[in-house]
């Protein structure tokens, strides 16, 4: 199983379940980046809430021009409001970890490794479009 359908079978295991993510990975979010409270603190929870579905997208892209273009839009955009490399990747362990918190104990090493080297591509390439901007 490729990593991206590994990842795909941990958010329809959430997804079965009629779990929603949005509450605790933003409120782990904040706790570990409270920089970006003030950010956000004009977003409602439909902003919020299309914020992470344009998340959950990007992670499920499989990898291609499609994938590309849509970080390099992200953090062009992102940018010009003061969001830094560094609450990407604390907005995306929070996430990983909510969606690991959700579930339990089914949780595996090969979701564990999947995940782990995902979130470590994308800020590979979200480094390399900030240091391009
Ligand atoms: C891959 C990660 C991210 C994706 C895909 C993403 C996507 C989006 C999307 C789609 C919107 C528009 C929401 C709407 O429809 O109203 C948005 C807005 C916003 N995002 Fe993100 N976001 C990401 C990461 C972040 C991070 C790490 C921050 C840091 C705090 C952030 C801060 C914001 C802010 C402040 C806005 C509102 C901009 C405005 O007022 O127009 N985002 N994001």
Same mark, same amino acid.
């Given at each position: ?20 993510? %949005? ?6 979010? #904040? $706790? *570990?980046?409270?920089? =970006? ?27 291609? %021009? ?6 390099? #839009? $992200? *953090?062009?955009?992102? =940018? ?27 949780? %595996? ?25």
């Amino acid at each position: 199983m490729s990593d991206i359908d590994t990842i795909l079978s941990t958010l329809e295991l959430v997804a079965e379940e009629g779990i929603d993510v %949005t509450e605790p990975t933003y409120k782990d979010f #904040f $706790e *570990v980046s409270p920089e =970006s409270i003030s950010l956000m603190e004009h977003m409602d929870h439909l902003m919020r809430g299309r914020m992470l579905n344009a998340l959950i997208m990007m992670v499920m892209m499989p990898e291609g %021009t499609p994938k590309v273009d849509v970080i390099h #839009f $992200e *953090v062009k955009t992102h =940018s010009a409001n003061g969001v830094k490399p560094i609450m990407y990747l604390q907005l995306f362990q929070s996430f990983h970890k909510a969606v690991k918190g959700a579930i339990g104990d089914r949780w %595996t090493s090969d979701q564990e490794g999947a995940w782990q080297r995902e979130i470590t591509q994308l800020m590979q390439r979200i480094e390399a479009n900030f240091a391009a901007l």
